[in-house]
C-alpha cells in the first residue's frame, strides 16, 4: 500500500484541529495534527496582531477567571455616545513570560507551582501556538472546579518586535528563554533571541529584582548568551548554589519537550540565570 496523499493528510490535520475548538473538550491534542518547521524566521512579516501600546491589549479571553468586574460608567451620555468596546482588564498583571514557549511543557509544569501569578507563553508559530492554547483549554476543562491552569495562556506573537506593545514598564517578574534556535551561522546571529538591544527590552519589562532564566543544549549559545547578559548594566548573573535551589531552574531543567529530547540523547544542559538590578538614580 502506498503513502496517503498530502493534501488528505493536512485535510485530517484540519479536521482534527477544527474538532479541538470545541470549548468543552477534554482530550488533548496530538501533536502529530499540528505540524510545523522546527524554527520561523523572526525577521519576516507574519502578519501578526499586536496591540499598540499594553494598555490596550484585552486579556480577558486568555485569562477568563481573571477578569476584573465590569464599572459601569456613571455619565449616561458618555455610555450612550461610546462606540468602542472598552478594554476589560484583569485582577492582577501577567508576571511570567515564556518567550518562544513551544509545545507548553513549562507553562502546564509552572502552573501549579507559581498559582499566584499569571503566565504567558509567547510561540511565533502558528499551529504551535494553536496546539497550546487547545492543550490549555483541555487542561481546563479537566479540572474544572479546582482553578487549576486558568493562570496560564499562549498567544501568537514575535518577541524580537513587539514585546514592549505587551508588557509595560517594570511589570514581569520572570522570563524564560529555553533551548531557543541556536542559529549556528555568523549572519544569522543577529536573529538570535539574546542580544544587547534585545536585553535592554528584557530589562525594560522586567522588575528589578526579577530574573531572566536561560537554557540550551548548545555551549557555544550558553557562551554568547553569558557574554551578552554579562555585559549589559542592567543584569547580573545570579550566584550557581541559588540558582539550583531555584524551583524554577529544575522545572526548566526536566519540563519542557526540548529538555526531555535532550535528557534521552544523554546531552548537556547550560544553564545561565541573570537578575535585573536596580536602574541607578538620576544625576542630582
Not at 499551529?127 to 493562570?151: C, M, S, Y
Not at 546571529?189 to 529584582?209: C, D, Q
Not at 531572566?212 to 550557581?240: C, M, N
Amino acid at each position: 500500500m502506498g503513502r496517503a496523499p498530502a493534501s488528505n493528510k493536512r485535510q485530517k490535520r484540519e479536521d482534527y484541529r477544527k474538532a479541538h475548538q470545541d470549548e468543552g473538550l477534554a482530550e488533548l491534542p496530538k501533536k502529530k495534527f499540528y505540524r510545523q518547521r522546527a524554527h520561523a524566521n523572526p525577521f519576516s512579516d507574519h502578519q501578526l496582531e499586536y496591540p499598540v501600546n499594553p494598555a490596550v491589549m484585552d486579556w480577558s479571553s486568555y485569562y477568563p477567571t481573571f477578569v476584573a468586574p465590569i464599572v459601569r460608567p456613571t455619565n449616561e451620555a458618555q455610555d450612550v455616545n461610546s462606540s468602542s468596546t472598552p478594554v476589560r482588564p484583569l485582577l492582577k498583571d501577567i508576571t511570567v513570560a515564556d518567550i518562544g514557549c513551544g509545545f507548553g511543557g513549562l507553562l502546564v509544569a509552572l502552573a501549579p507551582k507559581l498559582p499566584e501569578e499569571l503566565l504567558l507563553g509567547m510561540e511565533i508559530r502558528t499551529q504551535v501556538t494553536e496546539f497550546v492554547q487547545d492543550r490549555i483549554k483541555a487542561l481546563r476543562n479537566q479540572n474544572p472546579n479546582t482553578g487549576l491552569f486558568q493562570n496560564i495562556a499562549c498567544l501568537r506573537a514575535n518577541t524580537m518586535k513587539f514585546l514592549p506593545n505587551f508588557f509595560k514598564k517594570s511589570q514581569l517578574q520572570k522570563i524564560f528563554l529555553c533551548f531557543p534556535d541556536p542559529h549556528f551561522k555568523a549572519r544569522k546571529h543577529k536573529a538570535r533571541i539574546v542580544s544587547t538591544t534585545l536585553n535592554s527590552e528584557y530589562a525594560y519589562v522586567m522588575k528589578p529584582g526579577g530574573i531572566v532564566y536561560t537554557i540550551t543544549d548548545v555551549e557555544d549559545l550558553h557562551k554568547w548568551i553569558v557574554q551578552h547578559f554579562g555585559a549589559h548594566s542592567s543584569f547580573e548573573r545570579v550566584p550557581e548554589d541559588e540558582q539550583e535551589t531555584d524551583v524554577c531552574v529544575l522545572t526548566m531543567r526536566i519540563e519542557t519537550e526540548e529538555g526531555k529530547k535532550v535528557e534521552r540523547n544523554q546531552g548537556h544542559k547550560f544553564v545561565a540565570c541573570y537578575r535585573r538590578m536596580e536602574d541607578p538614580p538620576w544625576p542630582a
